[in-house]
């Protein structure tokens, strides 16, 4: 039987910077049964960065959705892309709005 992840982390952001805060964080918890789930607006600019910047570390790296016909905002699609990838019996998100932490997840 395949070991089951205990907690799934879930980051969505889409502005630059952050990534600092978030690993150092991640790097003072002292439960290590998790995994990153970031749904990334700037996939594309900065994946091959977050993979060397998290290589230590289980980080599932996956591309803001695109905007489908009749869709205002991404918010909710980037949700449940990133429910779908996650693994975790729990899931846990952290919410990155204008530059500030509102949201911390202890783990």
Known sequence: M????????????NRYGGLDILKAN????QFFD???VFVDGLY??????????FKHHKII??????????????LARCWNVAFKACSG???ISLHIVTGKQIGRAHV
């Open 61 to 74: 790296h996956l591309p803001e959705p695109e905007m489908g016909e009749g869709y205002v905002h991404r």
């Open 26 to 29: 991640i790097l003072r918890q």
């Open 2 to 13: 395949a070991h089951e992840t205990t907690i799934s982390l879930i980051y969505i952001s």
């Open 89 to 91: 019996k729990l899931l």
């Open 44 to 53: 594309n600019e900065r994946k091959d960065e977050v993979a060397e910047y």
């Open 34 to 36: 998790y995994e990153i």
